[in-house]
């Protein structure tokens, strides 16, 4: 560091989210959800981001009531988290429910709520699928012979 002073690192100040942003973000990630939750988990998909949001979208995916049962009802919480977490390899938490009330009353500063992260990712970074950033592949393996 030249003379001793410390650089500050700050963030863009954000555009101004309208309403329709905010609804559109929420239509990807349950597009996402609806997406992620047919796929099997041999195809290697994996969460590279915290289990908290993870949890936290699904839960906001099953207030939507988009994702439907074989029967034409919408899919219990329980149901969708345990289905996420599979395709994608996460451990489930042993009380979801309670992961989600942790992370709305938060105080942390430091990380934002996620639809608040996502939509700066969108607005500022123009990112039009955050979602897809948390999500990674692993090499099949060989098959030995």
């Not at 002073?5 to 309208?18: A, Q, S, V």
């Not at 977490?85 to 942790?102: D, Q």
Request: proline share 7%; charged share 30%; hydrophobic share 35%.
């Amino acid at each position: 560091m030249e003379d001793g002073k410390k650089k500050k690192t700050m963030m863009k100040p954000m555009k101004k989210c309208t309403e329709e942003d905010l609804q559109r973000l929420k239509s990807m990630i349950i597009n996402d959800f609806y997406d992620l939750i047919n796929r099997s988990e041999k195809e290697g998909l994996y969460w590279k981001g915290a289990t908290c949001d993870l949890i936290d979208m699904a839960h906001m995916v099953w207030e939507s009531g988009a994702l439907l049962r074989p029967d034409g009802r919408p899919m219990d919480f329980i149901s969708i988290v345990r289905n996420i977490c599979r395709v994608l390899h996460v451990r489930v938490p042993s009380n979801p429910s309670s992961t989600v009330m942790a992370v709305r009353m938060r105080k942390n500063i430091r990380v934002g709520p996620l639809l608040e992260r996502y939509l700066y990712v969108m607005t500022t970074i123009d990112i039009q699928d955050p979602v897809r950033l948390e999500i990674g592949r692993r090499k099949p393996r060989p098959r030995p012979n």
